[in-house]
């Protein structure tokens, strides 16, 4: 038996046993709890992970996969379900699908991998306690991306910077190169590769000194020129001329970091342009001549002089009929002979003096240094003679007069503008007066000139209006005994004027440049007028030779056929041998041009040249004209007679027509009748008429009067 006092204490004994042991029950529960607890967070966090994981245990078998690993990977559940091998998969030893293949191998390996999908993953693998491994998946597609537009931005910037018109050297705050772009290479002629990053200045430039290019003589001037991009401020632009005359400007500008950079421009032919732009802003183009400004100035600076030493002369002057050999001969050769021309003026004055063009052949000379009026007519006798000698040029020789104005300062004007104008009123007085010769200015030329410019301004306006009119002078044929044809014949009735000789207008007009338009308006009147004679009548026009040379002749001729229906074997055009002195191949093309039209071609004023015998074998002519000078003296024993009989002569041997003009007498024509002359013209016939007479006159001629429509 226990005693009393013992049982109580083997119950309380009993009793805390099982509270201990009740205790411990609850503490282990309370631990599996917060276990379970732990492991499922852990579970939850995994699954919910962005990255990918996959556990391989000790025996390569797939253990565990997140939800992200099994969105990566396709097949890759069934591959844990079934805890296939990873080694086995990527050596291909398991009869699987290829995608898991795939899967396999890329977590068999630490790296970055594309998926088929697109994706690109980076692979990191971590070795467990039990010998297998964890591999974390992360996508970096968007990672990818990044660097594949990085890539292309520097590919761009790469591109931008070589094909930069200007080189570029960025440089660190060690003064060591960054950046550098193929011009650099290229304007210093550096082989490539010789200049790249990581290169000081100063190798930079030794580079440039051993390609040859670079100026200086040796590495101290690069050391010095180093140092003075160093010492420079933050930023400054500077030239720099290379070896091989090229000049190139450098702009350095420092950089936030320390830095700096330096751009680099061959500015070479820019400033061989600018200098061609501020030369032809007071030169003339074609001769290298001053202009009219900086002419104007050097006669501004001699002006101011004169007061103090001597005086100075200025000079006008012109190139005698340059407009008709520019208009035959072509631009091309108008051009050659303005240069020579210009050589010859230059040759012929001093250093101190001053020769300009003004314009076209217009000329002007500022001879300083003069104390009388011989002394500037020694020069201008000077240029007439050089200036009038023969030029030969690369295709023709050509000969010119040069007509020259002069006036004297400050006796005459103290003005630059004042002084042009003198020497050009004495200019055209001394055109009027004599071609190749030279005039003084005195002040009553100044009205002549005024009466000249009016003079032009009334003949523009007579062409712009057509305020002319077409006379007729008959040509009749000595064997039918009629009148064959008319020459159609200029005239201006002026209502101030009167009436104006076409000896005074017509030259005018070519130097204005309207004898073309002027030309094709009696063509066109001397056509329809035509067309209302009897049908065995022909109309002879005057061509000049600026007319003929104009590219608008052949048409001008078809046009005035056609708008007038007149036939072409009508029309008969008339030229002198002015016009044959331009290009033979040119011109025998417009004659045959013209004849196929059906237009007859006349020589006119024949023997009045010294080459007309061979113009008559080179150009297929149908008449010949013989000059009234010959007619006038034909009766003279001087022996006229025995030359016309020649060319009648020799017209019928080519079988060309032959009139002669300016008959005036019955004892003329009875020569010409005996000598087999073709056809006559002259006053003893008539005189030109007006249009309205002619019904009457061909009555007279052709004896029986015939209705003109």
């Known amino acids: 038996a226990v005693p009393t006092g013992g049982r109580d204490e083997l119950g309380a004994l009993l009793r805390a046993m099982a509270t201990m042991r009740d205790n411990i029950q609850a503490m282990m529960e309370r631990e599996v709890s917060q276990r379970r607890s732990a492991e499922t967070l852990l579970a939850d966090a995994l699954q919910s992970s962005r990255e990918g994981v996959v556990v391989v245990d000790a025996h390569g078998r797939i253990a565990l996969a997140n939800a992200q690993a099994l969105q990566?990977?396709?097949?890759?559940?069934?591959?844990?379900?079934?805890?296939?091998s990873v080694t086995a998969l990527a050596n291909g030893q398991a009869d699987a699908p290829a995608a898991l293949v795939d899967c396999a191998r890329t977590l068999s390996r630490d790296g970055e991998v594309q998926l088929a999908d697109g994706r690109w993953l980076r692979v990191s693998r971590s070795a467990t306690q039990e010998g297998g491994f964890v591999a974390v998946c992360s996508d970096i597609s968007v990672l990818k991306e990044q660097e594949a537009g990085l890539t292309q931005t520097n590919l761009r910037l790469d591109a931008a910077l070589d094909n930069m018109s200007q080189g570029l050297c960025l440089y660190d705050a060690d003064h060591r190169l960054m950046v550098v772009n193929r011009r650099y290479g290229e304007i210093y002629n550096l082989p490539p590769g010789s200049v790249v990053p990581g290169m000081s200045v100063v190798s930079v430039l030794e580079r440039s000194l051993g390609a040859g290019h670079h100026p200086g003589s040796g590495r101290v001037d690069l050391v010095r020129e180093a140092e003075a991009i160093f010492a420079a401020g933050p930023d400054r632009t500077y030239f720099q001329e290379l070896a091989n005359g090229r000049v190139v400007a450098i702009e350095q500008r420092t950089t936030a970091d320390g830095g700096f950079v330096a751009t680099f421009d061959d500015v070479t032919d820019r400033r061989k342009a600018e200098a061609r732009i501020a030369f032809l802003a007071?030169?003339?183009?074609?001769?290298?001549?001053?202009?009219?400004?900086l002419f104007s100035e050097q006669v501004d600076a001699a002006i101011a002089q004169a007061g103090r030493s001597s005086g100075f002369a200025v000079f006008c002057l012109d190139l005698d009929d340059f407009r008709p050999v520019n208009d035959t001969l072509g631009h091309v050769v108008g051009d050659e002979l303005l240069k020579a021309a210009a050589n010859r003026i230059e040759a012929c004055i001093r250093?101190?003096?001053?020769?300009?063009r003004l314009g076209s052949d217009e000329f002007a000379i500022l001879q300083r240094g003069i104390d009388t009026a011989e002394d500037a007519a020694v020069l201008a006798r000077r240029l007439v003679e050089v200036l009038g000698a023969p030029y030969v040029l690369s295709s023709h020789t050509v000969t010119l007069g040069v007509t020259l104005g002069i006036t004297l300062a400050p006796h005459d004007g103290t003005s630059c503008e004042k002084l042009l104008k003198n020497a050009d009123v004495a200019l055209a007085r001394s055109k009027v007066d004599a071609r190749g010769s030279f005039r003084f200015f005195e002040p009553e030329m100044d009205a002549r000139l005024q009466a000249r410019r009016l003079f032009e301004v009334d003949l523009r306006e007579a062409v712009a209006n057509e305020d002319f009119e077409v006379h007729y002078q008959p040509i009749y044929c000595l064997n039918a005994e009629r009148i064959c044809g008319f020459e159609a014949l200029l005239r201006w009735n002026h209502p101030v004027r009167g009436?104006?000789?076409?000896?005074?207008?017509?030259?005018?007009?070519?130097?204005?440049?309207?004898?073309?338009?002027?030309g094709e308006w009696?063509?066109?009147r001397a056509c329809e007028e035509a067309t209302r004679w009897p049908d065995g009548l022909k109309v002879a026009v005057n061509v000049s030779a600026v007319q003929f040379t104009s590219a608008s002749l052949v048409t001008a001729v078809r046009d005035a056929l056609q708008a007038t229906n007149l036939a072409g074997h009508r029309l008969e055009l008339e030229i002198t041998e002015s016009v044959l002195v331009a290009n033979t191949g040119a011109t025998t093309a417009i004659l045959h041009n013209l004849k196929m039209l059906g237009a007859r071609v006349s020589m006119d004023d024949f023997g009045t040249g010294y080459s007309s015998l061979s113009y008559l074998r080179s150009f297929p002519f149908d008449k010949i004209k013989?000059?009234?000078?010959?007619?006038?003296?034909?009766?003279?024993?001087?022996?006229t007679e025995f030359i016309v009989r020649a060319v009648i002569g020799l017209g019928a041997s080519l079988r060309m027509t032959t009139t002669a003009e300016g008959v005036e007498?019955?004892?003329?024509?009875?020569?010409?009748?005996?000598?087999?002359?073709?056809?006559?013209?002259?006053y003893l016939f008539s005189r030109p008429v007006p249009a309205a007479e002619l019904p009457d006159l061909i009555a007279h001629w052709n004896g029986a009067k015939r209705a003109i429509a």
Do not use: M
């Open 522 to 524: 009696v063509l066109r």
């Open 665 to 682: 007498t019955e004892a003329q024509l009875a020569k010409l009748r005996a000598e087999g002359c073709d056809e006559v013209q002259g």
């Open 282 to 293: 007071h030169h003339d183009a074609l001769t290298g001549l001053p202009n009219r400004i």
């Open 499 to 518: 009436r104006v000789s076409p000896v005074e207008f017509i030259p005018v007009a070519e130097e204005l440049g309207l004898i073309v338009p002027l």
């Open 351 to 356: 250093e101190i003096d001053t020769c300009a």
């Open 72 to 84: 990566f990977f396709i097949g890759l559940r069934s591959a844990v379900e079934i805890g296939s």
């Open 626 to 639: 013989i000059d009234q000078s010959f007619v006038r003296d034909l009766c003279a024993e001087d022996g």
